[in-house]
């Protein structure tokens, strides 16, 4: 039977039409254009080319984030990076709101490989054999599967891409500063969208929604802080037990979020909308704030419990995680703090990921970047 006829007509159509798009489609064509015409010109002498290969369409899933991650992490760890012309990918730089901040950066582009002849490192989507004069070779995989052995690692989730235009990273707090709010969560609640089965059924988690009513049930109605103006709360430093900033009634600029949450001990560090791992609880661990999350091991390397985290499994726990951090003392909680931020500057500083692509012990690597969407057993230590 041919593979196409079990494929929907509409799926199809779907196809076919993004294959003509970046030909026909006028911002896919000039973006393209304008690309191309940058050559190899913007490289400085002696530095090192890193070579992105990406032709499966894939790679700007979620909106570009995996495109501006990967790009940005190597241009943070002192990399140039050098793009070959795959139409499919390179013209979406047109209309990606994710991936254009990288256009204000240096970059190349080559039509093929060919025109390489220094040597480089490859991260490419093919399967093609790499040429002679590379240094290292990462494939990129889009299975949903966990690394199984030295030469595969994890891809990451990183801080939401236009944080990066709004804030320098790394984010410099002080890590000894008492703080005046002890619990705050800040972002979008909104029903019918925070509370989908996918996160009950496929990865048996609460969701953010569960997880919120959970909280507040712990706190009186006067001890929950719900901020109406961010320009009056932000500047603030009344002590506060639990900060509710949701974002339908209180919006935080982007330019000032990890300001906020540097204001707090504790980040209620709830998941994204159909997977849990969401880029907050990358963008707290930044800012030195103590996430309470029940999937600490869905990042790469895995948080601990009590060390950098607090953890759960359900509702009695979450309680109990919460009634913990109410409880800590400002000994405790700069402990803890201080675990965070060696976690984030071993493992999340800008560049360290592609520091540990480059630097691993064998020049051939596996990166996974479906990974965090694997559902996995709990790691819960108490």
């Excluded at 804030?167 to 709010?181: E, G, M, S, T, W």
């Excluded at 037990?241 to 935080?252: A, D, G, N």
Aim: charged content about 25%; aromatic content about 10%; glycine content about 6%.
């Amino acid at each position: 039977m041919d593979r196409n006829s079990t494929v929907p007509i509409g799926k199809r159509l779907e196809h076919f039409v993004r294959h003509l798009r970046p030909h026909l489609n006028p911002h896919y064509r000039k973006a393209y254009s304008s690309l191309l015409a940058r050559g190899m010109g913007e490289q400085l002498n002696g530095e090192t080319i890193v070579c992105c290969d990406f032709s499966n369409p894939a790679i700007d899933s979620v909106g570009g984030r995996y495109y501006f991650s990967i790009v940005r992490d190597l241009i943070d760890a002192g990399y140039f990076p050098v793009f070959t012309a795959r139409r499919a990918t390179l013209s979406t730089f047109g209309t990606s709101a994710m991936k254009s901040p990288l256009l204000t950066e240096r970059l190349g582009v080559v039509r093929s490989l060919d025109e390489l002849t220094q040597p480089y490192f490859l991260i490419t989507d093919g399967d093609a054999p790499a040429p002679p004069n590379t240094l290292g070779v990462i494939r990129m995989s889009y299975e949903r599967r966990r690394s199984q052995g030295k030469n595969e690692l994890e891809f990451p989730v990183f801080v939401h891409p236009w944080l990066t235009t709004k804030i320098k990273f790394p984010y410099i707090y002080d890590l000894n500063a008492i703080r005046p709010v002890r619990l705050f969560f800040g972002g979008n609640t909104e029903e019918g969208k925070y509370d989908k089965d996918i996160l009950r059924d496929l990865y048996s988690m609460l969701t953010r929604r569960e997880m919120l009513t959970v909280t507040r049930a712990e706190f009186t109605e006067a001890e929950i802080h719900r901020p109406r103006d961010a320009s009056r709360w932000l500047p603030s430093r009344d002590v506060q037990r639990f900060v509710l900033c949701e974002t339908q009634h209180c919006k935080i600029p982007q330019e000032r979020w990890l300001d906020a949450l540097a204001k707090s001990d504790f980040f209620l560090a709830c998941p994204g909308v159909g997977m849990p791992l969401c880029h907050n609880l990358i963008e707290a661990l930044a800012a030195g704030c103590i996430p309470i999350l029940q999937y600490a091991n869905y990042l790469p390397n895995s948080l601990e419990d009590r060390v950098n985290c607090l953890t759960f499994n359900n509702n009695e726990e979450l309680k109990i995680a919460i009634r913990l951090a109410q409880s800590m003392s400002s000994h405790e909680i700069r402990i803890l703090r201080k675990n965070v931020k060696q976690y984030y500057d071993d493992f999340l500083a800008p560049g360290r990921f592609t520091q540990r692509m480059f630097n691993g012990e064998t020049n051939q690597i596996t990166l996974l970047m479906n990974a965090y969407r694997v559902p996995r057993s709990s790691s819960r230590t108490w």
